[in-house]
């Protein structure tokens, strides 16, 4: 991966975006310090759909359930015996 500081990528933009086509992924540094990667779409692409989780993944998860269905026992209010006349 090659690396680029900020103003060089901005001045030198389509020979940046010809490197990553080409070349793969190319990382922007600001002050030295790497601060984003310029992909191609593709990849891109394939990342993200990697990313996301199956609706199956979703449906077994624990987080997926906000709360319980069933109320824990003994905690259930009960209705008062209506007397008959």
């Given at each position: ?9 901005k ?9 990553c ?17 310029l992909?191609?779409i593709g990849e891109?692409?394939?990342l ?5 989780p199956s609706?199956?993944?979703?449906l077994l ?9 069933v ?15």
């Open positions: 991966m090659h690396t680029w500081p900020v103003q060089d990528a001045a030198r933009f389509s020979e940046f975006l010809d490197a086509l080409s070349e793969g992924p190319q990382v922007v540094t600001r002050r030295g310090t790497e601060t984003a990667v992909v191609p891109w692409r394939r993200q759909a990697a990313a996301r609706l199956k993944q979703l998860a624990d987080s997926a359930r906000a709360e319980p269905l109320p824990e026992r003994g905690n259930a209010r009960r209705r008062q015996p209506v007397a008959f006349r």
